[in-house]
């Protein structure tokens, strides 16, 4: 199965920050990664699917890149509602595998 | 619009097996392309997919589970059925199946069911 780790696992910021979570594939997945953001008790959203294009409906200040084995998902401007847990996944191959998460906060 | 809802029992005892409802509307299963997943969360943890039907009735399980998982759709009810065999309490979490795009993603959840396993 491929691996997929998130870097870092929790983080906290200030409004207005430009925040980076990263994830490593543990091989090469060529650009089939995706990001969802779950606030608590909620179901995931998709926030970006293929590395980088942007899913209906989701403020643009969301962004992702990469490619490879390194991928970034990048929020240009923190906002209070950004309060979540975000997760990649990889769907190069099956079975499908999450990282582990990364836990957003606000400072 | 596309929506999914998942159904099925709150708590089941151990060595039981656990069958989960996915109802969804807004596309349908017999559509080339379309599939189905089902993702679970243990409480505080992260997600693991399971398992994942396509329209074509083609299916692919989580290695780790799939001598105890089984996955069925039945078009005409819109429904996607998951079960799992010989529950133990780590199998507690909460459920969800989700659309799937071609592309891998999953662009629409249904809210989750929370399942407990304990005696």
């Known amino acids: 199965d491929i691996q997929m780790t998130q870097s870092p696992s929790s983080l906290s910021a200030s409004v207005g920050d430009r925040v980076t979570i990263t994830c490593r594939a543990s091989?090469?997945?060529?650009?089939?990664v995706n990001w969802y953001q779950q606030r608590p008790g909620r179901a995931p959203e998709l926030l970006i699917y293929?590395?980088?294009l942007l899913q209906s409906g989701i403020p643009s200040r969301f962004s992702g890149s990469g490619s490879g084995t390194d991928f970034t998902l990048t929020i240009s401007s923190l906002q209070p509602d950004d309060v979540a847990t975000y997760y990649c996944q990889q769907s190069y191959t099956n079975p499908s595998t999450f990282g582990q998460g990364t836990k957003l906060q606000i400072k | 619009q596309i929506t999914l809802r998942e159904s099925g029992p709150t708590l089941v005892k151990p060595t039981q097996t656990l069958t989960l409802t996915c109802t969804f509307s807004?596309?349908?299963?017999?559509?080339?392309?379309?599939?189905v997943g089902w993702i679970r969360q243990p409480p505080g943890k992260a997600l693991e997919w399971l398992a994942l039907i396509y329209w074509d009735d083609e299916k692919r399980f989580s290695p780790l589970l799939q001598s105890r998982l089984a996955i069925t759709k039945d078009t005409s009810k819109n429904q996607v059925v998951l079960t799992v065999t010989d529950v133990d309490p780590v199998d507690t979490a909460a459920y969800f199946c989700?659309?799937?795009?071609?592309?891998?993603?999953?662009?629409?959840w249904g809210q989750g069911t929370l399942v407990t396993v304990s005696s």
């Open positions: 293929v590395t980088s």
């Open positions: 989700a659309h799937r795009r071609v592309s891998g993603a999953y662009d629409k």
């Open positions: 807004g596309f349908s299963l017999s559509t080339s392309g379309v599939s």
């Open positions: 091989q090469p997945i060529s650009n089939y």
